[in-house]
């Protein structure tokens, strides 16, 4: 295949990668969207065992690939590894499996820079050096970094921001190592400094994500995402592909826009994510709060609430993910709308642990479209509410963010369900949310608390309610 | 390549990734990220021919280790977006058989 066909063929999977970005972007096409890019991904892949691509010295290499038997064996374990994870992976687990694949994705692009470090000529350029370099430091803080945001959504660690005395002046010094070691790679081209910069690298992908409060860990996976793009749009300079470089930068630049819109959504500033945990003060006095009363009541206190309600708002969160009660949810809406109540859920853009998961979860119970109201939609409508129903939610309803300025989730938009006339929480237990913050709302006298799983809960109020 | 065709390529497809997700509903934030984080599994590419010009078995061993990830990425990434997605379509062909 002449370097001309390759090229026209690499460019139509650019094309692909862009109608993929741009199809994803919307309800109607995402999922033709998706398959789009995973055609042009396959084209990608598909064509290069075909091109005798020239070696250094320009003289012509011949087929089929060196090491063919090593990289169709590689191609199987990666094919037999990620297909059944993402198959069987519960909606619930779906964001740390992104934050994984991430990972591994910036893991590949560092090695690779690696291998490509390691059989640099002395005829390469400085910009060459520069780019494989960059691909190593960036690869190595996607790949470290998305591990412990994996780590963190997983629960195997705290949720809760990981600040130490001197932290930032920890992580500035790892930055200015990180760079320094940088300049003298490349001054010196030696594997022994090459080793010492991926491991800096690493360590500082760690630091950077560990004080990150649980709530805004979407965030990061989303810059990481980012960061990985660009890490393959300069492997693609290395490597002389100009496919790589533009599905690199396509996703670099759409994940740096979506990691601000996600941001946007939540009500802080790229900065404040990720930064937050050291300006932020400690919480105090939450101590004092734990001991205070709640009403808790019973399923059939619930369901005669909601039997005489006109208008009831169901505001899900993680608690439904993890039980997987959004068919149950569904049967509760069902039946209180044969009696005539009205009925909407008051979808948080991030309540879950990632922007739309309520959308998916209700989407896989076939509740209608019309039913889900965004934030700016039901927040108005609490006023005349006579029932929340807050499911396994906590931070995106708690009005801390509103009233406690200096607390970690301050400035982020809630749903204000404070202001219907009760408010019922199904909870696990008394504990506070993602961003382990106490909840006021949980004390105030219209609030009734239901403990349990939620689907058990969720079970029992339903045939209470039919029992009236 | 030429310098200047490189950075063309880079700064017009910096703009094209800007536009094309520049309006996007907070619904398809995740399966977004999901979808461009399968998109840059393509590094894959990049590593077949890192392995096709290995010589030593350090750089065979690197580069072997980098197909697996590459694959885990895109392979997996498209699918687990697929399944994300399918869960909307499901919604609408219930909304038109309901029209």
Not at chain 1, 395 to 412: H, K, L, Q
């Amino acid at each position: 295949m002449s370097t001309f066909v390759y090229d026209l063929i690499g460019l139509a999977a650019g094309v692909c990668f862009v109608l993929a970005l741009k199809g994803l972007s919307s309800p109607k096409s995402a999922r033709r969207g998706n398959l789009i890019g995973a055609l042009g991904a396959t084209i990608a892949t598909v064509v290069i065992f075909f091109y005798a691509a020239p070696d250094k010295e320009g003289n012509a290499t011949s087929l089929p690939l060196n090491n063919l038997g090593w990289i169709l064996g590689a191609i199987a374990v990666g094919t037999l590894i990620g297909v059944p994870a993402a198959r069987k992976v519960q909606m619930t687990q779906m964001p740390q499996l992104v934050a994984l694949f991430n990972g591994v994705g910036g893991g590949a692009a560092a090695l690779v820079a690696i291998v490509e470090y390691l059989s640099l000529g002395d005829g390469a350029t400085t910009a060459v050096v520069i780019a494989t370099v960059f691909t190593v430091v960036v690869g190595c803080v996607s790949f470290s970094g998305s591990i412990i945001t994996f780590l963190k959504l997983q629960e195997l660690m705290t949720t809760r921001p990981v600040v130490f005395p001197g932290g930032r002046f920890v992580i500035a010094g790892t930055l200015v190592a990180v760079l320094g070691v940088s300049g003298w790679v490349v001054a010196a081209l030696g594997t022994t400094p090459l080793l010492i910069l991926a491991a800096l690298s690493l360590l500082f992908g760690i630091l950077f994500v560990l004080p990150v409060g649980g709530a805004d860990v979407p965030i990061v996976i989303s810059l990481l995402n980012a960061f990985t793009g660009l890490t393959v749009a300069a492997s693609g300079y290395v490597l002389d592909s100009t496919m790589l470089i533009i599905a690199g930068t396509l996703v670099g630049a759409s994940g740096t826009i979506l990691t601000r819109m996600m941001a946007e959504a939540m009500g802080r500033s790229l900065f404040g994510t990720l930064f937050g945990a050291f300006t932020a003060k400690p919480q105090e006095a939450s101590g004092a709060a734990e001991d205070r009363p709640v009403r808790s009541g019973s399923p059939d206190d619930v369901a005669i609430l909601l039997n005489y309600a006109r208008r009831v708002v169901i505001v899900p969160g993680f608690g439904l993910a993890v039980a997987q009660a959004q068919h149950t949810v569904r049967e509760l809406a069902d039946l209180l709308i044969a009696k005539g109540i009205d009925v909407a859920y008051g979808i948080h853009p991030v309540a879950g642990r990632m922007p739309g998961h309520m959308n998916v979860l209700l989407a896989e119970a076939n509740v209608p479209y019309e039913q889900l109201a965004e934030m700016d939609e039901v927040n108005p409508t609490f006023a005349q509410t006579d029932v929340a129903i807050v499911i396994g939610a906590n931070d995106v309803v708690n009005p801390a963010a509103e009233t406690t300025p200096g607390c970690p989730i301050y400035g982020m938009p809630i749903l204000q369900v404070a202001n219907s006339a009760n408010v019922i929480f199904l909870k696990r237990s008394m504990r506070p949310g993602f961003a382990g913050i106490e909840n006021e709302l949980l004390y105030d006298p219209k609030t009734m608390l239901l403990f349990g799983d939620a689907k058990a809960s969720l079970t029992k109020v339903v045939s209470a309610l039919k029992g009236l | 390549m030429e310098p200047i065709a490189i950075i063309s390529i880079f700064v017009l497809a910096v703009f094209v990734g800007f536009e094309v997700v520049s309006k996007v509903s907070s619904t398809l934030h995740t399966p977004l990220m999901s979808g461009a984080n399968a998109i840059h599994g393509v590094i894959l590419v990049g590593a077949i021919i890192v392995t096709s010009h290995s010589e030593t078995n350090l750089e065979l061993g690197l580069s072997v280790a980098a197909i697996v990830l590459a694959t885990i990425n895109m392979i997996g990434g498209f699918v687990v977006t697929d399944r994300m997605l399918e869960m909307f379509k499901g919604k609408k062909t219930e909304k038109k058989e309901a029209k």
